[in-house]
C-alpha cells in the first residue's frame, strides 16, 4: 500500500539481493510489526522501528537450512521465481510452530 509516493501500511517487499520483509510500513520506513528474511536464510520476525529491527522486541529464527521442508520452501533462496505463495509470515510462524 502507498500514500503519497511512499510505502505506508501493510506490504511485502523482495529485495534483488533475495532478501525480504513483510509487516507494516510508515512513510517507505518498516515500522512496527513484521518478519524480515535475510538473504542468508536467517529469519527476524518482531518489532521494527525506523527502518530497522528492534532486537530485544523480536526472535531471530536461525538460517532456512535449518528448518523443516515447508519452511524452507517460503525462504527467498528456495522461493522458486513467481510459483511460491508462501511469505516470510507464513515462515516465521511455522518456524516458531516448530521450534517451540
Not at 506490504?11 to 518498516?30: F, V
Amino acid at each position: 500500500m502507498f500514500k503519497d509516493g511512499k510505502r505506508h501500511g501493510a506490504g511485502l517487499l523482495w529485495y534483488s539481493n533475495g532478501a525480504c520483509y513483510e509487516g507494516h510500513w510508515e512513510h517507505d520506513k518498516k515500522q512496527g510489526q513484521g518478519v524480515y528474511v535475510f538473504e542468508d536464510g536467517i529469519v527476524f520476525s518482531g518489532q521494527f522501528a525506523a527502518d530497522r529491527p528492534v532486537l530485544d522486541a523480536g526472535t531471530f529464527l536461525g538460517a532456512a537450512g535449518t528448518f523443516p521442508p515447508e519452511i524452507q520452501a517460503a525462504t527467498p533462496s528456495n522461493r522458486p521465481s513467481g510459483s511460491s505463495t508462501a511469505t516470510p509470515r507464513d515462515a516465521a510462524l511455522a518456524a516458531t510452530a516448530a521450534h517451540g
